[in-house]
């Protein structure tokens, strides 16, 4: 199974845009990434290395660092993997307009996959643990730190 980045790609103009372009890749890897974007409104942009491209939602008040606190997390469109190393700015006129900063990576092992719900472990320099994405309805999920 691959993912798809036509939704990617639609949205952006590659020539206008220092963001990747939309290939996916396979790189036998499970890695996460966490950038801060500073967009018409501040999110944060949790993003998974999965089939080839990167399962991303957008957390509004940032991913949760202690068990007990539920966040909203959006789902968006699948991004390259490329996008794993992308920091800067994307020029007014632009979706996502704004600046992108990295604010964590690193490695994930995957517990369960399902339309429903996500189980998985991050291993970040500042999120790190057992982690859930719930999904409640349409683009909805909610993100939470596991206690164990
Ligand atoms: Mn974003």
């Known amino acids: 199974m691959t993912g798809s980045l036509d939704e990617y790609a639609l949205k952006r103009n590659f020539g206008e845009t220092p963001e990747p372009g939309p290939e996916v890749e396979d790189t036998g890897q499970q890695r996460f990434v966490v950038q801060e974007h500073h967009s018409s409104t501040l999110h944060w942009d949790f993003r998974l290395e999965i089939d080839g491209v990167l399962k991303s939602w957008a957390v509004p008040k940032g991913p949760p660092e202690e068990p007990g606190v539920r966040r909203l997390a959006v789902h968006v469109e699948d991004h390259p ?30 517990e369960k996959n399902e339309p429903a719900e996500m189980l998985f472990t991050l291993n970040g320099k500042r999120l790190h643990g057992r982690y859930a994405l719930i999904h409640t309805r349409e683009k909805q999920w909610i993100m939470l730190k596991r206690k164990s």
Do not use: R, S
């Open 81 to 110: 993997v490329d996008y794993i190393d992308f920091q800067g700015t994307i020029e007014e006129g632009n979706y996502g307009a704004g600046e992108v900063k990295l604010w964590d990576n690193g490695t994930f092992e995957l």
